[in-house]
């Protein structure tokens, strides 16, 4: 049987970084994931505000053009509110290229990542696996995403509140407009959340998500309406059509994220933002914090150093998200959403929308536990 220092369940950006940081600090780090290669089967938009561009490092050439243009849109499609930065606010990534990037720079680091392998189960610090033979891990990191097997086995907390999305992705004519992320209110093509169109020069992502329950219809039928319908900003699809789509946790980060086990990042650990659904800067900030947590508990099998990973800390600087996400879940008419984008219009409206789609804020705040873990050593 092989023993290792941390088994990492799940080869997505959460998990690789996790794995990069904890390998960097001399611990031998294995990951596993079920699927044949971590760059296929890829969910999210890629979407990476500027905060994490400015705070992380990300190739370049993987990033596409800054985009300023944030257009939000009435079920109608008429008189959007635009909301112009002056500085770029978000690049979207070649998702595929990112997801190998992070692999090789976990590897670098010392990292073993071994993909074709699904979690089974984990007991008394072993986990069984289908496609290896059981491992010893005296830690286990659950980065397996929004519906965590390993949460589940370990007695952490699960995530219960879903949006469930799903989206295109195809090449663009160049010349066709600005770089712009187009955003539609409309519960009749999005319940419970909204429909996009980030279109960056190069490529066009065109998607919706909602509340599951009001989705039983299935999602993609509703993408397909959103296209009918004429998405903004969006031209037919050229070229060959990457499909994407699954369930994103957006109740917050949970409380109860570790155990002397192991612990959660990335989805899930419900590290998504409540309102924007956003979660590429979150799995990369709440990977640091686990990173430290688990190196400095290894090093002094002190339960205290687990305390600092505490998602009840992390809940409550985003009470206002949570409160908004209510409110946008609420919007259940073409008129109220009308009515809603229409107070978007005023000052005090405008200053909101540019206050969630260009703030500095980053959730969760993880600095004063990173802090508090640099002052222990």
Same mark, same amino acid.
């Given at each position: 049987?092989?023993?290792?220092? *941390?088994?990492?369940?799940?080869?997505?950006?959460?998990?690789?970084?996790?794995?990069?940081?904890?390998?960097?600090?001399?611990?031998?780090?294995?990951?596993?994931?079920?699927?044949?290669?971590?760059?296929?089967?890829?969910?999210?938009?890629?979407?990476?505000?500027?905060?994490?561009?400015?705070?992380?490092?990300?190739?370049?050439?993987?990033?596409?053009?800054?985009?300023?243009?944030?257009?939000? $849109?009435?079920?109608?499609?008429?008189?959007?509110?635009?909301?112009?930065?002056?500085?770029? /606010? $978000?690049?979207?990534?070649?998702?595929?290229?990112?997801?190998? $990037?992070?692999?090789?720079?976990?590897?670098?680091?010392?990292? /073993?990542? *071994?993909?074709?392998?699904? $979690?089974?189960g984990a007991r008394s610090g072993v986990v069984t696996l289908e496609g290896a033979e059981p491992v010893a891990a005296r830690f286990v990191v659950g980065a397996d995403g929004a519906r965590s097997h390993v949460a589940r086995d370990l007695g952490l907390d699960v995530n219960r509140r879903f949006l469930v999305g799903a989206e295109l992705v195809h090449p663009i004519a160049p010349g066709t407009g600005g770089p712009a992320f187009h955003c539609v209110l409309d519960p009749r093509v999005a319940p419970g959340y909204l429909g996009w169109v980030v279109d960056d020069g190069r490529q066009a992502h065109v998607g919706v998500a909602g509340n599951p329950g009001a989705m039983r219809a299935g999602v993609r039928h509703l993408l397909d309406a959103f296209l009918a319908d004429g998405a903004p900003g969006h031209a037919p699809p050229a070229g060959p059509v990457e499909r994407r789509g699954g369930p994103i946790p957006v109740g917050g980060v949970l409380r109860r994220l570790a155990c002397p086990a192991g612990l959660l990042v990335g989805d899930a650990a419900g590290a998504v933002s409540p309102l924007t659904a956003g979660g590429l800067d979150p799995c990369l900030r709440l990977s640091e914090l686990a990173a430290a947590v688990v190196a400095g508990y290894l090093r002094t099998g002190d339960q205290e150093v687990l305390r600092r990973y505490d998602g009840g800390a992390l809940r409550a600087r985003f009470r206002g998200r949570l409160l908004l996400r209510r409110a946008l879940a609420g919007v259940r008419t073409a008129a109220a959403a009308e009515a809603a984008v229409g107070l978007l219009r005023g000052r005090a409206g405008r200053a909101l929308a540019a206050r969630v789609l260009f703030g500095d804020g980053s959730f969760p705040d993880v600095r004063a536990g990173l802090a508090d873990l640099a002052a222990t050593r």
């Open positions: 049987m092989r023993r290792v220092d *941390v088994l990492v369940v799940g080869a997505g950006l959460a998990g690789l970084h996790t794995a990069r940081l904890l390998a960097r600090r001399d611990l031998d780090v294995l990951v596993i994931d079920r699927r044949r290669s971590p760059d296929s089967g890829i969910r999210t938009t890629g979407i990476f505000v500027r905060r994490t561009l400015d705070d992380f490092d990300l190739p370049e050439h993987l990033l596409g053009p800054g985009i300023r243009d944030v257009l939000l $849109y009435p079920p109608s499609r008429r008189s959007p509110v635009r909301l112009t930065s002056d500085r770029d /606010e $978000y690049r979207v990534a070649d998702m595929p290229g990112v997801y190998r $990037y992070a692999r090789r720079a976990a590897e670098a680091a010392g990292a /073993e990542v *071994v993909p074709g392998v699904r $979690y089974v």
